[in-house]
């Protein structure tokens, strides 16, 4: 896979695509100033990855998210994860094609030792493709769809989702609130796929396909299952209504997968 030049651009002059579809021209920008800034005076990093709607090419501006996972060369001390909070902080008060930036942070030990090879190395291999540095998804063969893997990249989702719950309820305003139901919503939707059969095929991608892939399943919980992906892209019901819907369907998840 093409990877950006330490400038933040390939050597076309183009941000690489993924699946050979070049990126939205609203967000070229942003990537190369997020690889700018990312990597400037800082050899905390060992590569830089897109995933989520940007990366396949159907985000909306000023709408949706942009989701990079960052691999750093070491574990990261509690000094580095300020650096780059502070980092992401500034890239997203200064794109407003974005209404949020998202890191998700791991280290090369991590994603490379053996026990990681169904959570890291799914992950990197499946959703992500690298802007910058060190392509480690080409140390993976692609991944059979499976339980095990839906399991070890979602199994955490009950403690996940009870502490959306109990943030929400301390949120300090109605957008604080209304931000992490939306994260909540997200996670519990993807979640979903720890209750994927062996017999299904397709590894899904957007929300919409987890959802669908979730009706196959368990018709019976449609209506609760999309008010869910409705929050996920416009939350608007009441704190209190959101979190009892979001420890209600946690339970019976993990009744399920019991």
Not at 100 to 110: L, M
Not at 150 to 164: C, E, P, Q, W
Request: proline content about 5%; charged content about 25%; glycine content about 4%.
């Amino acid at each position: 896979m093409d990877r950006l030049h330490p400038s933040g651009i390939d050597a076309d002059g183009y941000i690489p695509t993924l699946s050979n579809v070049e990126v939205q021209p609203q967000f070229q920008d942003l990537l190369v100033d997020v690889c700018t800034t990312l990597t400037r005076s800082n050899p905390l990093l060992d590569g830089i990855y897109l995933y989520g709607s940007v990366a396949r090419g159907d985000a909306v501006p000023a709408v949706s998210d942009l989701d990079l996972t960052l691999i750093l060369q070491n574990p990261p001390a509690s000094q580095d994860l300020k650096i780059l909070e502070s980092k992401r902080r500034t890239l997203e008060s200064r794109h407003p094609e974005v209404t949020k930036i998202d890191f998700d942070i791991g280290s090369r030990a991590e994603v490379l030792a053996a026990d990681n090879r169904l959570s890291w190395g799914y992950w990197l291999k499946h959703h992500c493709r690298c802007l910058w540095g060190n392509d480690l998804s080409t140390r993976f063969d692609r991944f059979k769809p499976s339980r095990d893997i839906a399991i070890a990249v979602n199994g955490d989702f009950a403690s996940v989702l009870t502490r959306y719950a109990e943030l929400i309820e301390q949120a300090a305003t109605p957008m604080q609130s209304q931000r992490l139901q939306r994260e909540a919503s997200r996670k519990l939707i993807r979640s979903t796929q720890v209750l994927r059969s062996e017999q299904d095929l397709l590894w899904p991608q957007t929300l919409e396909e987890h959802v669908e892939l979730f009706f196959q399943h368990f018709p019976c919980m449609r209506v609760k299952i999309c008010f869910f992906l409705s929050q996920a892209r416009r939350p608007d019901a009441k704190p209190k209504e959101f979190t009892a819907q979001l420890r209600s369907f946690s339970h019976w998840m993990a009744s399920e997968t019991a």
